[in-house]
């Protein structure tokens, strides 16, 4: 008996769940009036869900999800970054509207992705949340990255005037850090498209069989 056919699915649901719901709930708990406290109100709900998704890398290393690893480490990896690196560690930039804005995204993604793999894994298909799953993210993926290329833009002044995370090296060399950010800027867009390469790839791979009625001439 495969050991995972029961407590995979269970522990796949079981972080779906949470890492979807929690924050979800708590975000629209708030209003549309606490854009600016937003950080303040479900940052640390942000942290925990997006430390548990980590959980997925595993699941797809084990075979329980089956997913490439590559284009979902480097979406995780985005996410890690611009959360615990630029947002948590600059209080200035937790009060900035695209923090907001990022945290609508993640949610809107996650909400219908994490629907999708659930009932997958436990063998229930619908077709329109199909279509959804592989077609919402290609709008609302690229404005992350936007987003999120933003966030680190507005992060900039704050890290050179702090030094935060600026070391100094032997042989007087330094780590500048606004500098680390902005190649890392680069690396985000090109990062973007490979994700997006793999998976409009997918996309069409998993609506090669979707139903489409075709009109009577």
Known sequence: MDIYQYDSPILFIWRSNLASCCRNQAFLEKGADSMVDTFYAIGLVMRVCQSISLLELLHICVGIEPNHLLPRFLQLTERIIILFVVITSQEEVQEKYVVCVLFIFWNLLDMVRYTYSMLSVIGISYAVLTWLSQTLWMPIYPL????????????????????????????????????????????????????????????????????????KV
Not at 171 to 194: E, H, N, Q, R, T
Not at 196 to 207: F, I, K, Q
């Open 144 to 215: 992350c990255v936007l987003a999120e290329a933003f966030a680190i833009y507005q992060s900039l002044p704050y890290f050179e005037s702090s030094g935060t995370y600026c070391t100094k090296l032997p042989f007087d060399l330094a780590i500048y850090f606004p500098y680390v950010l902005k190649m890392y800027l680069m690396m985000l867009f090109i990062g973007m498209y490979f994700t997006y390469s793999h998976l409009y790839s997918e996309r069409r791979d998993v609506l090669q069989g979707f139903p489409v009625k075709k009109k």
